[in-house]
């Protein structure tokens, strides 16, 4: 199908592009940036005055739950929450049931995903077999199956020998290994260290928790050489230790999540189990710093953090509830709002969103990889429009998302996506639009 954006503000954040300019979508692939090729027919026709077009979101974090959790989301519920946020493609973390640790795994999740025609969905294939800790999975066979990672998910790998082996077998491929960094014997609190911990009586999950971890993790990125991916950096001292590995030379990336960059633990209020998260939610210093690491680039990308949880599982006292909110439709406009209170601006609301998260992707994109993340003639048509001026209300009963949880709930959010196309093919269009 042809099909031409009309008059949209068109943002690249990658090369600096922005300007208002037709766009025309032919096979697939974006076949001219305002001047129209002279034989071009557009089959359908896109009036995006007073809207943004930009890449396609890329989400280096979202739980599909599927296969082993279907109560909590399944693959349609959830991708179609992806798309109506503007996101085409995300990745996985292995930890379904089964895990993730056999090719045959990995290729029926993808093949049941394309079929869908939605989101792309990207794979973390297991760092150890079920998960344990103990033996490593077969790293190449799963690349091959689709994997773009390797990671522990949630789970902690308390050997340190397997995790040397790891990183030596990652590095010997040139694999990125996935890791959040968390000790086990000091990250089994449920809300992070502090006077709100203390004075609720919940277990507390220290800063050093973090730092422990990053420590060992740059130790052994210098002996082993391998590339790591830090997920959900969430204090201001694991920043600075961030800092340090990037000044150094280390070929270290990291993200964090909507969750932490908008929230402290005195939103904890009276014991919200919306707000138990992992990690858990920190002190204002923290948050303002991974705001502003964000804004200078130290940190390479935001994410969802998409974690749909059941009812049963999230209204139980704050200390037994599950971890973990809803967020793949509100990724764009959290985005867009700390972009504005920022002053960091759109551009670099929608590189941490885009071309960043492309980067930390880099080869694992395969053919995707010359145009991720990208608005470029001759690239794939993975598109957001989006009105910047929509304000919208988060009113979880709205959500498509199966999980209805999120912090977010009644904040007014800026960013209203109008359609997402992925490959070219719209895969959401907002009521009322034509």
């Known amino acids: 199908m042809n099909i031409l954006i009309q008059n949209g503000r068109v943002i690249n954040p990658a090369s600096g592009f922005d300007q208002v300019a037709d766009l025309a979508i032919a096979a697939g692939r974006i076949c001219a940036i305002g001047q129209l090729p002279a034989k071009f027919a557009p089959d359908k026709i896109l009036n995006a005055s007073g809207c943004v077009v930009a890449p396609g979101l890329i989400d280096l974090a979202a739980r599909l739950r599927e296969p082993g959790h279907e ?11 992806a798309v109506a946020g503007g996101v085409t493609s995300l990745v996985c973390p292995p930890d379904t049931e089964p895990v993730l640790d056999e090719p045959g795994l990995v290729e029926m999740l993808k093949f049941r995903a394309e079929k869908l025609h939605q989101s792309r969905v990207f794979p973390l294939g297991a760092l150890t077999r079920s998960l344990k800790g103990q033996a490593l999975t077969e790293m190449v066979q799963l690349t091959e199956s689709g994997c773009v990672g390797f990671s522990q998910a949630e789970v902690p790998l308390l050997d340190t020998q397997v995790l040397v082996r790891a ?80 000044a150094e030379g280390l070929p270290v990336t990291c993200d964090v999540s909507i969750n932490n960059l908008f929230l402290t633990d005195v939103d904890i209020g009276y014991f919200d189990s919306r707000m138990r998260l992992e990690p858990p939610l920190r002190q204002q210093r923290d948050r303002d ?27 139980l006292p704050f200390a037994e509830s599950e971890p973990g909110a809803t967020g793949l439709e509100l990724l764009l406009g959290l985005a867009c709002k700390w972009g504005a209170e920022s002053g960091a601006g759109v551009a670099r609301a929608l590189a941490v969103l885009t071309c960043a998260p492309a980067a930390v992707l880099g080869a694992s994109l395969g053919t995707l990889q010359a145009s ?63």
């Open 289 to 315: 710093a991974l705001r502003q690491g964000l804004a200078d680039g130290l940190i390479d990308a935001l994410v969802s953090d998409h974690t749909p949880v059941d009812e049963d599982a999230k209204t």
């Open 167 to 246: 990183l030596q077998y990652a590095a010997s491929f040139g694999y990125t290994v996935w890791l959040r960094p968390r000790d086990f014997h000091l990250g089994k609190g449920v809300a992070a260290s502090g006077p709100m911990a203390t004075r609720l009586g919940l277990s507390g999950v220290p800063v050093a928790s973090e730092t422990i971890a990053l420590h060992t993790i740059f130790e052994l990125m210098r002996s082993t050489k391998a590339r790591v991916h830090i997920c959900r950096i969430s204090s201001a001292a694991g920043l600075a230790l961030v800092a340090n590995a990037k």
């Open 71 to 81: 109560h909590e989301g399944m693959l349609e519920s959830e991708l179609a929450a």
């Open 372 to 434: 991720a993340g990208q608005i470029v003639v001759g690239g794939v048509a993975d598109l957001c429009v989006f009105d910047p001026a929509a304000a919208w209300t988060v009113t979880p009963a709205a959500l498509r998302s199966q999980g209805k949880h999120t912090p977010f709930s009644s904040y007014e959010l800026p960013a209203q996506v109008r359609w997402t196309l992925v490959g070219g093919q719209l895969a959401y269009e907002a009521a009322g639009r034509a």
